[in-house]
Nanobody
């Protein structure tokens, strides 16, 4: 069992930056692929970015490519989502996800955090 805790959400003006963190605890001795998704009330959960367990592979949604950067620090069991040049349409609840086998764009990860709110004002 793996527990995920997101942090770093908040309110930022358009063009600003935020960095989200996701700390994993529990059975973290195995490598886990990690992903970030976001969701607006009434809409489906949307893929944002993913990173392979080694950190060598990353994937991004077209809407955030060039603005968001996902990285990980395995010694701390933590992944970071650096969000730059933020836009009002980035406003959502952001969820961290982990899975020992699945790496992809679909919300098929086995473990999920509780989410953190990100609001971008225009």
């Amino acid at each position: 069992q793996v527990q995920l805790v997101e942090s770093g959400g908040g309110l930022v003006q358009a063009g600003g930056s935020l960095r989200l963190s996701c700390a994993a605890s529990g059975r973290t001795n195995s490598g886990y692929h990690m992903g970030w998704f976001r969701q607006v009330a009434g809409k489906e959960r949307e893929f944002v970015a993913a990173i392979g367990w080694s950190g060598r592979s990353t994937s991004y949604a077209d809407s955030v490519k060039g603005r968001f950067t996902l990285s990980r620090e395995n010694a701390k069991n933590t992944v970071y989502l650096q969000m730059n040049n933020m836009k009002p349409e980035d406003t959502a609840v952001y969820y961290c996800a982990a899975d020992p086998a699945y790496y992809g764009l679909k919300p098929m990860y086995n473990y999920w955090g509780q989410g953190t709110q990100v609001t971008v004002s225009s």
